[in-house]
C-alpha cells in the first residue's frame, strides 16, 4: 500500500477537485432524497437483472434499490477518503520531495474525476 518512505506533500485541490466534488455530492442527496420521496410508489417487485436484449429476467424487492444508493454512497465516500491520502497511493514511479506535488496532485485528479 504505497511506498512508506514516501514524503507527505499537502496538495490544495484545484477547480476541478471542487467542482468534482460538488458535482458528487450533489448527485449523491439528489439520488438519496429523490428515491426517499418517490419510494412509495415503486412497485413491490422491481427488476433487478437484465438479458443481453436487455429484457428483465430476475426480479426483486423495492428495497433493493437502497442498495444501490448505499454503493453509490459508499463509492462516493471511499473515494473521496482517498484522496485525503495520496502518499499512500500506489505510483508506477519513486516518489521525491521535487515530484510528489505533481503525482498526488495526478492521483488525485484521477480519483477525483473516477468519482
Known sequence: MGDPQAPKVAVSPNAFDLMSLAVVAI????????????????????????????????????????????????????????????????YLIKITSKNAGRQYTNSNHLLNGIN
Open 27 to 90: 448527485s449523491v442527496l439528489y439520488t438519496g432524497i429523490s428515491l426517499g420521496l418517490d419510494y412509495s410508489e415503486l412497485p413491490d417487485r422491481i427488476p433487478v437483472h437484465f438479458n443481453a436484449n436487455g429484457e428483465p429476467d430476475g426480479y426483486g424487492s423495492a428495497v433493493t434499490i437502497w442498495f444501490l444508493f448505499g454503493t453509490q454512497l459508499l463509492t462516493a465516500t471511499g473515494l473521496w477518503i482517498l484522496t485525503i491520502f495520496p502518499h499512500k497511493h500506489n
